[in-house]
């Protein structure tokens, strides 16, 4: 009895393992392109930067931050959504049902308003083309060459 | 049932193997069939792991004794629920259990991501499938549970069945004991997804947002359930062990405690990358330390390699644990060193003042409380490598060095939330700090006048007051401006607050538990201790206590038999309760055991022990008065509420916009 078991798991085992190489119809997908992977990083880095605003936005309403201070992150972490924006606008149609990205046009709206100007991020200056950072008192971007004063 | 069990995990050996190449080669080769065949093979090994592990709790409730492992943690009349507990008892069984737990940990990691990650996938199944090949290797070869019960004689050798087991260990044989492996357990085996996914990042140089934010969810868990299985290992050991306390610093205690604090490093460090782009290196490294502190931890607990209370297990996994280890830890870092490049941070800290700091400073705590807790905990195995003779570090040294680290630590845990992001001014300094700060200083001058002279005591009790006033300072805030800017109620404005910010508020509500922990800790610096002998009618006093013996019983069950003291407990002179501890002699195993009775209250505890009997009708007894002990258990309570909630996601990403922004994106256009 137990052989028997034994020869039954080991002959189900195989046949699930190694099916796939005998699949007949079209098997699901599990690589993706090397413009989806980025899709997938930018918007991971959309969703972060949307808490940060979110967060920022509430230690606002608290009180926890100079009014100067929060502007100024507030208008870095902005210039940041706008970049990544350009660029999934670029590798394909945005969705437009999700909320997240719904907010992020609202934001670009309201920044689209304003000039485009470098951003001063902690020690370094971030280009509102590329989002690099380069060094303060920089004239040009050091990766795209977008003039930063 | 056994032979199944073990071509069970045969063919799981075999499906690793399988899974490791299969991804591999099926990434490199950009081949779908031989990915989902490594996918297929990874949940089949999962599946063969659990047959095998169906197996030896058949094997144990049957009560099958042709297996040495049923003989040696099982007895006929051991209670289901304890036979069932049995399969984690010893060594053999708890390393399946843990094989178990990371299959299924891994097969979960899998079938989540059959549609994300897919760039890093192959790997993270490369690497989980390496660390169970290791725990199938070991289970197979050296600690296996369904080897039979061998006898040598003259004429060979020959399978024995015995007429019954050896029983559980008395003092495995209480209901936290039943819990607090599988506990500790997940725990674990939940950092193996992390750890797989900051593999395959350094595999494969993704090194962005994206493993950060996949593992994330996983680490608090992770973190979650060990710190259940490490207060539940604490109530065991405080209700059990009988000496009065629930931490001794023990090596296998100190085991489970290291991946946690830097668990708890990563979780508040991860933080920044997310926020600023900075501390990659760390990040990286930190999760990495951690699982392989959770190998260490196995390694130590299994090993036998230092002598512990917990020495149910000792045998010869240690060279095999220690040569993982090193293939690990030489692994990682030659995969995080080939990385570094990638791994710069994008910005600096602009301001010592700053919440990136604070989380910085607390990092750096908790990863020196780690390395001293460490240091003392492996002197024992160097000193016996360097001298030949084993040095053991006691509680005094972990106490001298881990007492001003807490502390330090809980003074950053108040800081930290009053800080801004990249710099604070000195007029938010001013206005965060004026408060919390002003009331703790009266607070600690208010102990003083009461007679709180301990030093250390009274610095905790006033850090404990200025972090539980600012995590309440942060509450009252946030509802406070959700009230005045939306009109909603107190309470609703504090639960939409939390329901909406659950990684920051449940990280404060954390917080909060922390203060509680802090709290029972300190309570130990007022411990009393009595011992008395005592006869029919004798009474004895601690504290605000009295106990008077009024009798001897004695009885026996199928597992026992006891004899007890029943004791009337008074305070202030009124009858509180009547308490029995018990001496018991387990038939099974032959062996001795204290019961310790326990008169709990909100401030303090009252602990008896029963430790001899010196002559006829005369009993010796040790009492214990832990003051705040309950804390202890209330804060790891709320510890574990907030934690769920930090595990929850933002209910604001199902609308449209959040109020805040939107009042943000007003004043935004008005500016």
Same mark, same amino acid.
């Given at each position: 009895m137990t052989g028997v078991i034994i020869v039954l798991i080991a002959a189900a085992v195989f046949l699930f393992v190694f099916e796939p190489f005998f699949y007949v119809r079209k098997l699901p997908n599990r690589f993706i392109t090397r413009k989806q992977v980025r899709k997938n990083e930018l918007n991971v880095l959309k969703e972060n930067l949307l808490d940060s605003i979110r967060e920022l936005d509430l230690e606002n309403a608290t009180g926890m931050i100079p009014k100067e201070d929060y502007h100024k992150l507030r208008k870095a972490y902005i210039s940041r959504l706008e970049t990544i924006n350009h660029e999934l606008g670029g590798l394909g149609k945005p969705d437009r049902t999700d909320d997240i990205k719904k907010q992020i046009e609202i934001d670009i709206k309201i920044h689209r308003k304003k000039p485009k100007i470098a951003v001063e991020d902690g020690n370094s200056l971030i280009c509102p083309k590329c989002s690099a950072g380069n060094l303060p008192g920089s004239n040009f971007c050091s990766k795209c060459g977008e003039k930063l004063s | 049932m056994g032979d199944i069990g073990n071509f069970a995990l045969i063919i799981a050996f075999a499906l690793s193997i399988y899974t490791i190449f299969a991804s591999v080669i099926g990434a490199r080769k950009c081949r779908n069939d031989i990915i989902i065949s490594a996918e297929r093979s990874l949940v089949t090994g999962c599946v063969m792991v659990a047959v095998a592990s169906l197996s030896i709790v058949i094997l144990l409730l049957k009560s099958d004794f042709s297996y040495s492992y049923v003989t040696s943690y099982s007895n006929k009349d051991l209670p289901f629920f304890y036979?069932?507990?049995?399969?984690?008892?010893?060594?053999?069984?708890?390393?399946?259990?843990?094989?178990?737990?990371?299959? /299924?940990?891994?097969?979960?990691?899998v079938l989540q991501n059959k549609e994300h990650n897919r760039e890093l996938m192959p790997y993270v199944m490369a690497a989980m499938s390496i660390v169970t090949l290791f725990f199938i290797l070991v289970t197979l070869f050296i600690a296996n549970p369904f080897d039979?019960?061998?006898?040598?004689?003259?004429? @060979?050798t020959s399978l024995f069945t015995a007429g019954d087991g050896n029983g559980l260990n008395p003092l495995l044989q209480h209901w936290a004991m039943?819990?607090? %492996?599988?506990?500790?357990?997940?725990?674990?085996? @939940?950092?193996?997804? %992390?750890?797989?996914?900051? /593999?395959?990042?350094?595999?494969?140089?993704?090194?962005?947002a994206n493993w950060t934010k996949v593992t994330r969810r996983w680490t608090i868990f992770a973190w979650i359930f060990l710190g259940i299985g490490i207060l539940l290992g604490g109530r065991w050991a405080y209700v059990e062990l009988g000496w009065g306390g629930y931490w001794a610093w023990d090596p296998v205690e100190n085991a489970s405690l290291l991946p946690w604090l830097t668990g708890t490093a990563y979780l508040h460090s991860v933080i920044i990358q997310e926020k600023r782009g900075m501390l990659k290196v760390w990040n990286i490294s930190l999760i990495i330390v951690t699982f392989l502190l959770c190998i260490l931890g196995t390694f130590i607990t299994r090993s036998g390699i230092i002598s512990s209370v917990h020495s149910f297990a000792q045998s010869s996994i240690g060279p095999a644990f220690g040569s993982f280890l090193f293939f690990l830890i030489a692994g990682s870092l030659f995969l995080i060193i080939r990385r570094l490049p990638d791994l710069k941070s994008e910005t600096r800290p602009d301001s010592l003042l700053s919440r990136e700091s604070g989380f910085l400073f607390n990092n750096l705590i908790l990863v020196g409380a780690m390395l001293a807790t460490l240091w003392g905990t492996i002197i024992p195995i160097l000193s016996e490598w360097i001298q030949g003779t084993q040095i053991t570090v006691g509680a005094p040294y972990f106490n001298k060095v881990n007492i001003p680290i807490g502390l330090f630590l809980l003074f950053l845990t108040g800081v930290g939330p009053l800080f801004a992001?990249?710099?604070?001014?000195?007029?938010?300094?001013?206005?965060?700090?004026?408060? %919390?700060?002003?009331?703790?200083?009266?607070?600690?001058?208010?102990?003083?006048?009461l007679g709180v002279r301990h030093i250390f005591a009274l610095i905790s009790f006033t850090l404990c007051f200025f972090v539980a006033f600012t995590v309440?300072?942060?509450?009252?805030?946030?509802?406070?401006?959700?009230?005045?800017?939306?009109?909603?109620?107190?309470?609703?404005?504090?639960?939409?607050?939390?329901?909406?910010?659950?990684?920051?508020?449940?990280g404060y509500i954390v917080h909060f538990g922390i203060v509680f922990l802090f709290m029972g800790f300190t309570g130990n610096a007022f411990n009393k201790e009595k011992r008395a002998e005592l006869g029919i009618g004798d009474t004895m006093e601690i @504290?605000?206590?009295?106990?008077?013996?009024?009798?001897?019983?004695?009885?026996?069950?199928p597992l026992y038999e006891f004899i007890e003291l029943d004791l009337a407990v008074f305070r202030n002179g009124k009858e509180v309760s009547r308490k029995t501890p018990q001496k018991r002699y387990y038939l099974a195993s032959g062996q001795i055991t204290t019961e310790v009775a326990i008169h709990s209250s909100f401030s303090n505890d009252l602990y008896i022990v029963y430790t001899d009997?010196?002559?006829?009708?005369?009993a010796e007894i040790i009492?214990?008065?832990? %003051?705040?002990?309950?804390?202890?258990?209330?804060? @790891?309570?709320?510890?574990? /509420?907030?934690?769920?909630?930090?595990?929850?996601?933002?209910?604001?990403?199902?609308?449209?916009?959040?109020?805040?922004?939107?009042?943000?994106?007003?004043?935004?256009?008005?500016?």
């Open positions: - | 036979k069932f507990a049995a399969f984690w008892a010893g060594q053999a069984g708890s390393l399946l259990f843990w094989l178990l737990i990371l299959s /299924i940990v891994s097969s979960v990691a039979h019960w061998v006898v040598e004689s003259e004429t @060979g039943v819990i607090h %492996p599988p506990a500790l357990f997940i725990g674990y085996s @939940g950092f193996l997804v %992390p750890f797989a996914f900051a /593999i395959a990042a350094l595999i494969t140089g993704k090194l962005d992001w990249r710099k604070s001014s000195a007029s938010s300094l001013k206005r965060n700090f004026l408060y %919390p700060f002003s009331s703790s200083v009266v607070f600690g001058f208010f102990l003083f006048v309440l300072q942060e509450f009252f805030k946030g509802t406070h401006a959700r009230r005045k800017n939306i009109g909603e109620s107190y309470c609703r404005a504090l639960i939409n607050l939390t329901l909406r910010n659950t990684r920051r508020y449940g @504290g605000s206590y009295e106990l008077r013996l009024d009798n001897f019983n004695s009885g026996e069950n009997v010196p002559a006829e009708n005369r009492t214990y008065l832990n %003051p705040l002990i309950c804390f202890v258990w209330l804060g @790891g309570g709320i510890l574990v /509420i907030g934690s769920i909630i930090a595990m929850i996601p933002n209910r604001v990403k199902n609308r449209k916009i959040t109020i805040f922004e939107e009042l943000a994106v007003k004043e935004e256009i008005t500016n």
